[in-house]
C-alpha cells in the first residue's frame, strides 16, 4: 500500500508564497511519478504540476513561470514551491502517486491553500 500525506497549505496573501510538501510511504517503488492536483470549489480537479523519479517536470499553464515542483527522493518526499500567488489559485491541493506498471492512483487527502487579502 502507499499512503501520501501533504502539508504545508494555508492562507497567504496575494503575491505571497506557499511551499507544499507531500511525503510518501509504503511500497512506493523506484520508479513513479508524482503530482500536483488541484480542486477549486465547483470546478474539476486539475493537474497543476508533475515530476518523475528521473526528475522530468511538466507544468500547466497556470503554473509556469510561478510554481517549482521538486522531489527529494531520499525523503521520499514531493513538493511544490508556489510564488506570486493569485486568489484564483485557491483550491484544496492533491498529491497523486503513480508508480512503474501499475494502473492505480495513489491520492493524499488533500490540504487547502487560500489566496485572499
Known amino acids: 500500500q502507499v499512503q501520501l500525506v501533504e502539508s504545508g497549505g494555508g492562507l497567504v496573501q496575494p503575491g505571497g508564497s506557499l511551499r507544499l510538501s507531500c511525503a510518501a510511504s509504503g511500497s512506493i517503488l523506484s520508479i513513479n511519478v508524482m503530482h500536483w492536483y488541484r480542486q477549486a470549489p465547483g470546478k474539476e480537479r486539475e493537474l497543476v504540476a508533475l515530476i518523475s523519479s528521473s526528475g522530468t517536470t511538466n507544468y500547466a499553464d497556470s503554473a509556469k513561470g510561478r510554481f517549482t515542483i521538486s522531489r527529494d527522493n531520499a525523503k521520499n518526499t514531493v513538493y511544490l514551491q508556489m510564488n506570486s500567488l493569485k486568489p484564483e489559485d485557491t483550491a484544496v491541493y492533491y498529491c497523486?502517486?503513480?508508480?512503474?506498471?501499475?494502473?492505480?492512483?495513489?491520492w493524499g487527502q488533500g490540504t487547502q491553500v487560500t489566496v485572499s487579502s
Open positions: 497523486k502517486l503513480r508508480r512503474l506498471r501499475d494502473p492505480t492512483d495513489y
